[in-house]
DNA sequence: GGGGTCATGTAATAGGTTACATGATTCT
DNA sequence: AGAATCATGTAACCTATTACATGACCCC
C-alpha cells in the first residue's frame, strides 16, 4: 500500500495524531476538529475507520487495547509502528515538496465556459465575487481572532493558505470579467453564435446588481 | 441524482460533448483530449463508461442508436434529452457562480507543518518553489504558443487560471520560507522542540542548493 | 506476417460515503 | 421522565479505478 495508498489524505492525519500519542478513532476524530483539521482534510466517521482498517493492513499502526468506559462500546486503541512513522514523514515531505495536480470544480467550469451565453457568465462572476469576498471577511476573521488568542501561526498556516488562495481567484475572476465586458477574450461574437441571443443586444449598459470592480 | 450526483466533473462534461452533438463514449473522450479539457477534468475510460451509465440511469442522455462499423467492437451513441440541457446549465452555473470547498494535498501538508522540524520544512518548501516555477514556465509557454495559433482564450481561461493560481501558491511559499527563517512565525523554539533536534544548529547558513528568493 | 498500438468496451476490486444502531449523558 | 444530543461504531451501498479483453490497423 505503502505506495498506492497515498490518496486519501485522512490516513496521513491518523498517522499525525498517532505521532503524538495512541489513540482509538473517535478520539483522533475530535482532536482533529478541535484544531480544525477538518478544514483542511476532508473528514468523516465513516471513512475514519475504513482509513485505520487499511492503515493497520498496511503495518503502519497496531491495535494496542480495547478498552472500555462503562457501559459505551469497546473502544480500540492503534499505536504508530515504526513503519507509520517513516511513511508520514515520507508522506508529508512529499505532500510539501512536490506540487500535486489538483483538480477543481471552478477550473472544470472554466474550462466549459462556451457552453453558456457571455452575458449569464459575466453575471454568474459577479454572483462568485460576491459570495467569494464574504467568504474572506469570515476567514480573516476566524484566523485573526485566533491569533489574538495566542495561537502561534504556525498552527494556522493553512488558513492562511486557503486566504490567499481565495484572494488570487477573486483578482483573476476580476480580471476575467473584465476581459469579457470589454471584449479582450476574443470570439466574442463567435460565443454569442453559439446561444442564438435573441436581438442584437450588445450589452452596452446592461450591467446587473454587481459593482465590484 | 440530479442533486446528489453532482459530485464527479466528469459527468458535466459528458452532457458539454453532447451539447454539440450526439456521441459515442470514446469519442466524447477523444473530444476532450484534443480540446485539453483533460488538464481540468480528470478523464478515463473506466469511469466515463460508469458516468455515461449513470446519466442515462437519470434521464439526462438516451441511447440513440448502436452502430457497427467494419468488425469493431458495437458503439452506443448517446444523445442529451431536454432534462441533461437543463442539468447542464444549471450544474454548470453552479460552478461558476459559487465557490466550493476544495481539500487540496498541499493545505493537509501544511496543516501537518509541526510534524517536522523547522528545517526540514524549509527545505522541502524550497524544493517546492523550484518545481512549481518549472511547471509554470511549462504552462505558460503552452498557453502562449496555442494563442499564437490563433486559439482565442475563451478555449483557454482554464491554463490561465491554472497559472495564476500557482503564481499566488509561488508567492505564498516564498513568503512562508522567510517567515519561518526570520521566526516570524512564532514558537519556533517550541517546535524545534517536538524534534529533539541534535545539536543546537541554528540553521546559521545551512541553506540547500535551491536559491530561489 | 508478426508485434505493437489504436479503438472500444467489460468486469472485478477497492475505496469511501451514507445510513443506521445503541448505550450514555444532559437538558427541560 | 422523555427528548435531544453525544459517543462510538458497523454495514450496505455506490463510485471509481485498475486490469483485462478483443478485433483492427500499421509498420518493418
Known amino acids: 500500500m505503502t505506495k498506492s495508498k497515498r490518496s486519501n489524505a485522512l490516513a496521513l492525519a491518523v498517522l499525525a495524531c498517532l505521532q503524538e500519542r495512541a489513540m482509538h478513532p473517535y478520539e483522533m476524530a475530535t482532536t482533529m476538529r478541535q484544531r480544525g483539521k477538518h478544514e483542511s482534510i476532508k473528514l468523516n466517521y465513516g471513512s475514519l475507520y475504513t482509513v485505520v482498517q487499511s492503515l493497520e493492513r498496511a503495518g503502519l499502526i497496531e491495535a494496542q487495547e480495547t478498552e472500555r468506559e462503562g457501559r459505551r462500546p469497546e473502544r480500540t486503541v492503534y499505536?504508530?509502528?515504526?513503519?507509520?512513522?517513516?511513511?508520514?514523514?515520507?508522506?508529508?515531505?512529499?505532500?510539501?515538496?512536490?506540487?500535486?495536480?489538483e483538480f477543481t470544480q471552478f477550473e472544470a467550469g472554466l474550462s466549459l465556459l462556451p457552453c453558456l451565453p457571455p452575458e449569464?457568465?459575466?453575471?454568474?462572476?459577479?454572483?462568485?465575487?460576491?459570495?467569494?469576498?464574504?467568504?474572506?471577511?469570515?476567514?480573516?476573521?476566524?484566523?485573526?481572532h485566533a491569533y489574538q488568542q495566542g495561537l502561534p501561526r504556525l498552527f494556522a498556516v493553512e488558513s492562511e493558505y486557503r486566504i490567499a488562495m481565495r484572494e488570487a481567484e477573486l483578482a483573476f475572476v476580476h480580471q476575467l470579467a473584465d476581459d469579457i465586458r470589454t471584449g479582450s477574450l476574443g470570439g466574442l461574437e463567435e460565443w454569442r453564435g453559439y446561444h442564438s441571443a435573441p436581438p442584437p443586444l450588445q450589452l452596452p449598459e446592461a450591467r446587473s446588481e454587481e459593482a465590484t470592480e
Open 79 to 101: 499505536g504508530l509502528l515504526d513503519a507509520g512513522r517513516i511513511e508520514l514523514i515520507d508522506w508529508l515531505s512529499e505532500l510539501l515538496s512536490t506540487p500535486a495536480k
Open 120 to 144: 449569464d457568465v459575466l453575471a454568474l462572476l459577479h454572483d462568485r465575487m460576491a459570495a467569494t469576498e464574504l467568504a474572506l471577511v469570515a476567514e480573516r476573521s476566524v484566523c485573526d
